[in-house]
């Protein structure tokens, strides 16, 4: 069973920032917290990791709380494009990203025009 | 660099006949996974390659399951025979040992009647 719990869904209006959560209680103390995002009919898409620190990139801010119990992932400005369904998951760093990945049921965002 | 590529993108074929899914993963990637899509399950790790030699094989559902790497920018997941419950889109990523991202392909929609 995969170690994250997420919303199954969310909507956000074109422009806005998007706020997805994720909780992940039972976290340790060496596993990173990944998001990737799977638009229809494509496969999954890497967009940012993260272990203890807020993480940004071109793509999305990572903000995870400082019991590491529950992150969130920022899209600053959301666009049509962005209506995906997004996975928060939890693995340990074992070679980096090259152990399986344990996908749940991920978070549908719908972004609003 | 074109990506992960999979052949063949789609496939309809009669239960009990053979089906194989092709990979040829990033050039220079070191590890490579196969992960089954479906609406009841959703995303789910079938098995994975470090350096071409099969780490985790857990994931395969049963003995009609096999897959090779037989080198470094090509494998092969095999189901014989095939049944019905086998229909799904199977995915192959791959990623280079020591990063963090895994890189998806387009899938393999697999139709089984």
């Known amino acids: 069973d995969a170690k994250t719990t997420q919303p199954p869904s969310m909507d956000c209006a074109e422009g806005r920032a998007a706020n997805l959560p994720c909780n992940h209680s039972t976290i340790s103390g060496n596993e990173y917290v990944y998001w990737y995002r799977q638009i229809h009919s494509q496969g999954p898409q890497y967009i940012i990791h993260g272990l203890k620190n807020n993480e940004t990139n071109e793509m999305a801010s990572l903000i995870i709380t400082e019991d590491r119990k529950s992150s969130t992932l920022i899209l600053p400005h959301a666009t049509l494009r962005d209506t995906a369904v997004y996975y928060c998951i939890v693995s340990f760093p074992s070679g980096g990203g090259a152990d399986g990945l344990t996908f749940g049921k991920g978070t549908h965002l719908i972004i609003q025009p | 660099d074109a990506g992960v590529i999979q052949s063949p993108r789609h496939e309809v074929t009669e239960m009990g006949q053979e089906v194989t899914l092709r990979c040829k993963p990033i050039s220079g990637h070191n590890s490579l996974f196969w992960y089954r899509q479906t609406m009841m399950r959703g995303l789910e790790l079938l098995i994975y390659f470090n350096n071409n030699v099969p780490i985790d094989d857990s994931g395969m559902p049963e003995d009609r399951f096999s897959a090779k790497m037989p080198n470094a920018s090509f494998s092969t997941l095999k189901i014989q025979p095939s049944e019905p419950r086998d229909s799904a889109v199977y995915f192959c990523?791959?990623?280079?040992?020591?990063?963090?991202?895994?890189?998806f392909g387009p899938g393999t929609r697999l139709t089984v009647t």
């Open positions: 990523a791959s990623t280079l040992r020591g990063t963090y991202e895994q890189y």
